[in-house]
T-cell receptor, first 109, second 116 residues
Framework: DAKTTQPNSMESNEEEPVHLPCNHSTISGTDYIHWYRQLPSQGPEYVIHGLTSNVNNRMASLAIAEDRKSSTLILHRATLRDAAVYYCILRDNNNDMRFGAGTRLTVKP | NAGVMQNPRHLVRRRGQEARLRCSPMKGHSHVYWYRQLPEEGLKFMVYLQKENIIDESGMPKERFSAEFPKEGPSILRIQQVVRGDSAAYFC??????????????FGPGTRLLVL
């Protein structure tokens, strides 16, 4: 799977939007962009994924750049329960799903 | 619909003992993946199994570690003669599809292994 680059950490205030960036300049045409998050002491939780078009679900939105070399996970109103490590993952290989260091999101009340 | 289940949630073993970690995939899922997460690190893929078959074990240590997914019952990750470096959280994930790069993968809550 191609490599992704994310900031190590970000902070947000409660009830404000959060934009979590991910760079993936070596993405191939068949790579899907997946986002997972891991709350403290829990297993990873699926957030959203997309290929080319922007995607929305009840948890978040995924904005994908036109050239697909970057994407942004958008939490529309951060809550304290959104504090987690967020992983941006490119999926081409069907077996290995590579988790990098992710972005640790802190939400301040 | 119950999610991916793992047990035990916590396991303490002394050096040299065996550890058995169990994973029951989501109903209808026949593909199981095991990951290991060392403290303060990301998850590392270990092995991918389908019912009765190991498909990809490229992330498994060559010695002491084995995995199975029998026709009946949960998937088992077995660690023989544990050492302190095996202390980690072990997560299981499942998927209904063989080619799941375009779909989600559901994870269990993990088993935290502590080797004394």
């Amino acid at each position: 799977d191609a490599k992704t680059t994310q900031p190590n950490s970000m902070e947000s205030n409660e009830e404000e939007p959060v934009h979590l960036p991910c760079n993936h300049s070596t993405i191939s045409g068949t790579d899907y962009i997946h986002w997972y998050r891991q709350l403290p002491s829990q297993g990873p939780e699926y957030v959203i994924h997309g290929l080319t078009s922007n995607v929305n679900n009840r948890m978040a939105s995924l904005a994908i750049a036109e050239d697909r070399k970057s994407s942004t996970l958008i939490l529309h109103r951060a809550t304290l329960r959104d504090a987690a490590v967020y992983y941006c993952i490119l999926r081409d290989n069907n077996n290995d799903m590579r988790f990098g260091a992710g972005t640790r999101l802190t939400v301040k009340p | 619909n119950a999610g991916v289940m793992q047990n035990p949630r916590h396991l303490v073993r002394r050096r040299g003992q065996e550890a058995r970690l169990r994973c029951s995939p989501m109903k209808g899922h026949s593909h199981v993946y095991w990951y290991r997460q060392l403290p303060e690190e990301g998850l590392k893929f270990m092995v991918y199994l389908q019912k009765e078959n190991i498909i990809d074990e490229s992330g498994m240590p060559k010695e002491r570690f084995s995995a199975e997914f029998p026709k009946e019952g949960p998937s088992i990750l077995r660690i023989q003669q544990v050492v302190r470096g095996d202390s980690a959280a072990y997560f299981c994930a499942s998927s209904p599809l063989a080619l799941d790069r375009g779909s989600r993968r559901d994870f269990g809550p993990g088993t935290r292994l502590l080797v004394l």
